[in-house]
């Protein structure tokens, strides 16, 4: 989504919030902030001088990860423009880490699905534009890498076949070429990398790629995690809010370490473009060290150590409720 509150989940919720204000039966929507701050899975691009320097490049370089059994989206979002417009304002082009670019890059209303590969049904990458009209105005680059591994194909009776094989990509760095066309000097591009880590207690199936940017600090001289992020990296730890958690009706949870009082160092950023950040924090860790608080386990008198700004948002919710 877009990551500006305009999202259609996003306003539904925060309609049905604003329409049982100030009711005998008040709704509130409590969420939490997300644990992405930390993932590099999200970069801002900016073009400096006269016009943005019409004709200049920025490169993201996407990390996919081996053994990755699901595919992997980059969702590019450009500033708000009237669907009218009729000049490509970025051009977009993919170069894979064991091939050349495409031979027909993308562009801003022009050219809405490419394919790298020599037939669709081989395609290691699909990069696909389009347009979200009001009220969010913006228009989307969605660059859709495939599993890195090959999978067998089931046939029509749900029975997989090993003699079909689906195409696997290739690992490595995939990097995404942004080519200036019209965009003006502070126009932001904003590029979020979706969520596709396996889930806690899950067998190993997707596995999370990021942006590498050399120029992000992950460590300072002392091992410790920067609160600030570099001016010159791409990569930015600002805009990691949840995919739906930046409406503004709704109530959004960070966390935070009990010892010491420090907000947990994966809890979601705002950013200026959407909210500034969560309302609230909640216990998520108990110290650097002893990380999760002690939750109900799912075995009769068992408990389990849980982390996480979705441990958080419960603590609160019971707060609102009582």
């Known amino acids: ?11 539904a919720i ?11 039966a008040p709704l509130e929507v409590v969420v939490p902030a997300g644990n992405s701050r930390l993932k590099r899975c999200h970069a801002v691009v900016k073009f400096e001088g006269r016009r943005g320097e019409k004709g200049s490049t920025k490169t993201l370089s996407w990390r996919v990860l081996p053994d990755d059994r699901t595919t992997s989206h980059l969702e590019i979002w450009l500033p708000p423009t009237p669907q009218g417009q009729p000049e490509s304002r970025l051009r977009l082009n993919v170069e894979p880490p064991d091939g050349e670019r495409m031979k027909e890059p993308m562009e801003e209303h022009i050219r809405p699905f490419r394919v790298w590969g020599e037939k669709p049904e081989e395609g290691m990458c ?12 913006r228009g989307m680059f969605l660059v859709t890498v495939q599993p890195t591994v090959q999978l067998e194909q089931e046939d029509a009776t749900g029975i997989f076949d090993p003699g079909h094989l689906d195409v696997a990509a290739s690992a490595g760095e995939w990097k995404i070429v942004l080519e200036n066309c019209s965009l003006e000097r502070g126009d932001e591009v904003h590029a979020w990398i979706q969520r596709d880590d396996t889930r806690y207690g899950q067998l190993p199936f997707g596995r999370q790629s990021y942006f590498d940017d050399p120029e992000y600090v992950r460590f300072d001289d002392y091992g410790r995690v920067p609160e600030d992020d570099s001016e010159t990296s791409l990569v930015k730890r600002a805009g990691t809010l949840h995919g739906i958690a930046t409406e503004r009706d709704m109530i959004v949870v960070g966390g935070f370490r009990r010892k010491g009082l420090f907000p947990a160092e994966y809890s979601g950023e705002g950013t200026a473009i959407s909210r500034k950040g969560p309302d609230v924090a909640a216990v998520s860790d108990e110290s650097i060290i002893r990380r999760g608080v002690l939750a109900t386990g799912t075995r009769s008198g068992s408990i389990v150590a849980l982390t996480g700004t979705s441990v958080a948002a419960p603590q609160i919710a019971k707060l609102v409720a009582c």
């Open 14 to 24: 925060g309609n049905l919030i604003r329409v049982r204000r100030g009711t005998s």
């Open 1 to 11: 989504g877009p990551h500006d509150g305009t999202s259609n989940i996003e306003r």
């Open 126 to 137: 699909y990069v696909r534009y389009c347009y979200v009209p009001a009220p969010t105005n």
